[in-house]
Structure formats: C-alpha cells, structure tokens
C-alpha cells in the first residue's frame, strides 16, 4: 500500500470515529432529554414549589379586664403555662372593699323591702279599724236621726254625727289606698326576686368577679411570648401584658405566585422542610385553603396611586396549609419561621373554596368564665340572715 493510500485508510477512519462519537452523542442527547422530559412528566408536570412560606399561629393576647397595680408576674418568656395557669397577680385591696360594700348595700336594701312586708299587714290592721270606725259612726248617724225626728237631739248634733260618717269613710279610704300602695310593690313577688334586691345582688355578684379577675389567668395552653409587664406596673382595663402561643396550633402561610394557583385546591398534598430542621425533617401537609385576596389586597396603602394606575406585576396569594399534628408535636415550630413548599396537584380538580360552615368553633375555652356559684349561696345567706323577723 502506497502512501498516500495509506493517508486516504487513515482519513477515512477518522471520518468514520467522529460520526460515531457524533452518533453517541446524538443519541445520548435524546436520551436524556427523553428521560427529562419523562421525568417532567411524571414527577415535575403536577408539582409547585416555593420558598416565600412561612409558619404561622394562634398568638393569644393576654389583657388584663380589670385595673390595679401588680404585684407578681408568675412566668417569663419561654414558660410553659397550662390552661387556668394564674399569670399575674394584682392588687386585691380595693376589690376586697368594693365586695365588702355591695354585701352591706344588699343587706340594707333586704331589710328596707322587709319594710315593705311588715307594713302589709299594718295596713291591713289599718283598715280594718278604719272599717269598725266607718260602721261606727254610720250607727252613731242613723240612730240619731231617728233621735232628730223626735225632737230629741239637736240639729247640731246631727250635723256632727253626719260629718264624722264622712270622715270616717275618708279615713277607711285612705287606709285602703295605703294598702294598695303598698301591695303594688310586694304582690306576687318574692323577696328574693324583688327589682332593689336583684339589683343589689348584681352588684355584689359584679363586685366579686372583680375581685377574681384580679388573677389573670390564661384561656389556653403553651408558651409564653412578649412579656411587656413588670411588678409594681399600674394597670389599665384592656392593657396589654403578654402573648401565648400554643405549640400545637401551627400551620403554613404559603405565598404562591396567582400564575401556580390554578390547579390547587383543598386537600392536595404537601411537603414542607423548613430551614430550622433542615431537610431531615420533611412535614406532610395539607390544603386547607386559599386565602381570598392578595396581600396587597389587604395592605393599608393601596397598589396603585391616586390615579389608578400601576405597574403590573404578579401577585401572591396566601395558601393555607394544615400540617401533620404528630410531627409538629415530635418537632416543635415557632412562628415565622422560613419554610420550603412543594405541592403536587391532584388528577382532578377539587374545591378551591370551603362549601360549607363549620359545626363547632374552631378554637374553644372555658379558662376565663368565672363560676359564680359560691358567691351565689353567699347572696342567700345574706337575705335570709336580713329578711329573718
């Protein structure tokens, strides 16, 4: 074989090796695109993410309902507090007073009713003397006239006799209206339920919540957040003192772009890693729902300016999402903190809004409604100690 021959086997061979690597990598190409596009399709084409999510919670404001000056605060933040947990104590002096007042008043106003009784039946005493009296003298006037047609009394007399029927009828009238008077304000009503006692009860009654609001307590249980009272501190009714956030009442604020939402809806699944646990912890959640406007909706300066217009960009629309409560219980949340969202949209589409109402309350306590039940028996006693003759 000739040289050149040989250079033209060479060239040839060359030729041939790079269309076969072009090939490959042709082929490895489609490959992977194919695969990518499989990829896609099955796992990617029904996903959304995204990374504008944070944790949000029930933050319970505590107030005090009731004026005073502190005198303990029971916890700091961080603490653990239970339901009915008394976290700040006030001064009870003046409430002690004020209950003190509302009994005396209460027994004073029992005995003034009792009054009322008792003069029952001095009118009634009234009256009947008052009758004896009418009849009396109505005897006294008939038997003198009989006397006047004889001649036998005066003139005068009779006229005498005649006033004192007049006077004693006006007499036996008035008895009779003090009577009715009087009846007006005890017939048919017991002392108990007389309006001046109900009246004084009540103020005993809100006396005494007073003196029990002087412990604030708290409604649920969880932990204490933004503690802002100290000892010593004058209270005012409604001031703020303290947050709680209970741990297990946590949920997701996902803040999709509106261009995602349109195959989201309630029940989808979702993961959620946050970056306080990383992604060793992956939550499992779920679409509760979709919030009803923007958050610029919502904001207190509008979007646009004075003329209407705006520079239009796209919105994001909170989603809200339930997690697991036994994983948030095995690893605690805490407010705010920044999350990484993935939802994979369902086959078919489901509710975007809630189609019926709630049957319960979606968050119940009973830890403040005071039990009036003592002080109840102790407004008994005191109107049978003052009602007793």
């Known amino acids: ?17 790079r269309k076969k690597m072009l090939f490959i990598f042709a082929a490895v190409v489609v490959i992977v695109a194919g695969a990518s596009a499989a990829w896609w399709y099955f796992n990617l084409r029904d996903v959304q993410s995204t990374d504008d999510a944070y944790v949000a919670g029930n933050q319970i404001a505590i107030s005090s309902q009731v004026a005073g000056s502190v005198i303990s605060v029971n916890y700091i933040d961080t603490d653990l ?3 009915g947990d008394v976290l700040v104590t006030l001064d009870n002096t003046d409430a002690l007073i004020n209950v003190k007042k509302a009994k005396h008043n209460l027994a004073t ?7 009322l009784y008792v003069a029952d039946d001095l009118y009634s005493a009234s009256i009947q003397e008052a ?11 008939q038997r003198r006239v009989r006397l006047g047609g004889a001649a036998a009394i005066s003139q005068e007399n009779l006229q005498h006799a005649k006033d004192a029927v007049v006077s004693s009828k006006a007499a036996l009238d008035v008895a009779v ?24 009860s009540d103020a ?12 604030i307590r708290s409604p649920v249980s969880g932990y204490i957040a933004q503690r802002n009272v100290q000892v010593g501190e004058t209270l005012s009714a409604g001031q703020a003192l303290m947050s709680i956030v209970p741990a297990e009442q946590m949920w997701i604020n ?20 946050t970056d306080f646990y990383g992604s060793d912890v992956v939550f499992d959640g779920t679409v509760d729902g979709i919030t009803m406007g923007t958050g610029g909706a919502f904001s207190v300066l509008p979007a646009q300016n004075a003329t209407g217009n705006w520079i239009k ?18 690893h605690p949340l805490r407010i705010g903190l920044s999350t990484n969202v993935t939802l994979r949209e369902t086959g078919s589409r489901g509710e975007t809004l809630a189609t019926a109402q709630r049957n319960t309350p979606a968050y119940h306590s009973t830890a403040l409604v005071i039990d009036t039940a003592s002080i109840d028996k102790e407004i008994l006693a005191i109107i049978k100690t003052n009602a007793a003759l």
């Open 109 to 115: 106003v029992v005995k003034k009713i009792m009054q």
């Open 81 to 83: 507090v239970h339901q």
């Open 313 to 330: 960009v796209v919105q994001r629309l909170p989603v809200r999402i339930l997690l697991d409560a036994e994983q948030v219980k095995a």
């Open 177 to 200: 209206q003090n009577w009715r008077s009087n009846r007006v304000m005890i017939q048919g009503t017991s002392l108990e339920k007389q309006p001046e006692v109900l009246q004084a």
């Open 131 to 141: 009758r004896v009296n009418y009849q009396q003298a109505q005897s006294d006037y």
């Open 204 to 215: 005993v009654r809100e006396a005494w919540i007073a003196l029990q609001r002087t412990q």
């Open 1 to 17: 074989m000739t040289l050149q021959q040989a250079d033209a086997h060479n060239e040839t061979t060359q030729i041939q090796k």
């Open 254 to 273: 996902a803040n999709f772009k509106e261009t995602q939402l349109s195959g989201v809806s309630i029940g989808q699944k979702v993961s959620v890693v």
